[in-house]
């Protein structure tokens, strides 16, 4: 079935302590992107990548990394979370050539909780 | 640098109703622009990309135009149902049609049975 996953699901963490979530898909996607989402303000692009080894900043990248080292995944880094990091997260990918033009695939969503 | 607005916020409509979804956007130079459905607790389906060279798409009950010179999109709802109950976005390219895509805040729909 293609499907884009992420994992963890929920995450439930403290602040400073580390920590990656992952993002796969199994559509060989060359364009993929992180989004966060919070009440009153939407959803917001932190990251995208159009290709491996090609990542640029969304709107919102302060506090997080991200890497592209291989087409199907594309993890997202938060090196010292913060509770303002608190939110519902979406990995999302979409085909080529077009990339953030064409039809976006996202995954279920991770619901981060930074204490 | 592109703001995609939605109007009305939240709406509430009897089963039956044809009901429209407001979009509008502050740079016309796009390539498209996509309209998703959002669950409560879930992640998004695309429900109709637009391009830049088309009026409207159509899938099933839905119909969405496209007028970039007045910078506004719409999507309309024919025969709503309960099941239609959930928040429509709307999301267009960022300025210079990088890989940014930015969206609107959203109208959470409600049809009642």
């Known amino acids: 079935e293609a499907q884009v996953t992420q994992n963890p699901r929920y995450l439930i963490t403290v602040t400073g302590k580390k920590l990656t979530v992952t993002c796969s898909q199994n559509?060989?996607?060359?364009?993929m992107s992180w989004y966060r989402q919070d009440p009153g303000l939407g959803l917001r692009q932190i990251y995208y990548?159009?290709?491996?080894?090609?990542?640029d900043k969304g709107d919102v990248p302060e506090g997080y990394k991200v890497s592209r080292k291989e087409k199907r995944n594309f993890p997202l880094i938060l090196e010292s979370p913060s509770p303002n990091q608190t939110s519902l997260y979406f990995c999302?990918?979409?085909?080529?050539?077009?990339?953030?033009?064409?039809?976006?695939?996202f995954g279920p969503g991770t619901r981060l909780t930074v204490l | 640098k592109q703001e995609v607005t939605q109007i009305p916020a939240a709406l509430s409509v009897p089963e039956g109703e044809n009901l429209v979804l407001n979009c509008s956007f502050t740079?016309?130079?796009?390539?498209?622009l996509q309209w998703f459905r959002q669950d409560p607790g879930k992640g998004l389906t695309s429900l109709l990309l637009?391009?830049?060279?088309?009026r409207e798409q159509t899938s099933g009950r839905l119909n969405a135009s496209l007028d970039k010179s007045s910078g506004r999109s719409t999507l309309y709802i024919a025969a709503s149902q309960p099941g239609d109950s959930a928040t429509y976005l709307c999301?267009?390219?960022?300025?210079?049609?990088?890989?940014?895509?930015?969206f609107g805040q959203g109208t959470t729909l409600q049809v009642k049975p």
């Open positions: 999302a990918s979409s085909p080529p050539p077009s990339g953030v033009t064409d039809t976006q695939y």
């Open positions: 559509m060989n996607h060359e364009y």
């Open positions: 990548s159009m290709n491996v080894e090609v990542t």
């Open positions: 740079d016309s130079a796009i390539y498209n």
């Open positions: 637009i391009q830049s060279s088309q």
């Open positions: 999301a267009a390219p960022g300025s210079g049609n990088t890989g940014k895509l930015i």
